[in-house]
């Protein structure tokens, strides 16, 4: 066995803990959402988590399954440390005017985050205002959806880590010739 299997099995355990937080961030984002659909930004999350689960899944499998081709799980790796970059880098623009969390007028104006908006007769109505009992809890509720991408995007840029570190181990393994779990398989 190599000495590498522990630290494959330790990136793996980290990418499946990260999807599913990253899953999890999404959803509650898009279930709270309350006017229109919501945004792309929150729903390519949900993806992301979701096929970082399935990429951790197969991984985990291809180091005890021979019937899962190494090269699998090598692609599976490379395209969610893309998947990932592409994810956090959306969160990061989408967030990039809030300055932290910090700045509330371009916070309730933000569109990943208010949980969505319509004019009304008299101004505007916000996704975060609905079932708020007064002005404060909604203001709480825009802070915590920004907190919540906040943590999806590093979580994302962790992800993109965890990754290249995969694609790594399993490019050294396989340029050795060598194996890591079953005959053959290298993460």
Not at 16 to 41: D, E, M, N, Q, R
């Amino acid at each position: 066995m190599s000495k590498l299997l522990p630290v494959s099995l330790a990136l793996r355990a980290v990418q499946f803990l990260c999807g599913i937080v990253i899953l999890a961030l999404a959803v509650t984002l898009i279930t709270g959402h309350k006017i229109g659909s919501a945004p792309v930004t929150t729903k390519y999350s949900a993806f992301t988590g979701g096929f970082g689960l399935f990429t951790a899944l197969v991984g985990v499998g291809s180091l005890y399954v021979e019937f899962i081709p190494n090269l699998v799980a090598l692609a599976l790796d490379g395209l969610s440390g893309a998947l990932y970059l592409g994810g956090g880098i959306a969160w990061a623009i989408a967030l990039r005017s809030t300055n932290g969390c910090k700045d509330l007028e371009e916070m309730v104006n933000n569109g990943a985050i208010n949980f969505g908006k319509k004019k009304t007769g008299g101004g505007t109505l916000y996704g975060v205002e609905i079932g708020a009992k007064n002005e404060k809890e909604a203001i709480d509720k825009l802070k915590d959806n920004c907190t919540k991408g906040l943590a999806d995007e590093s979580l994302q840029f962790i992800s993109v880590a965890v990754a290249i570190g995969l694609v790594f181990i399993g490019w050294v393994v396989l340029k050795r010739g060598g194996t890591l779990g079953k005959k053959g398989s290298y993460v």
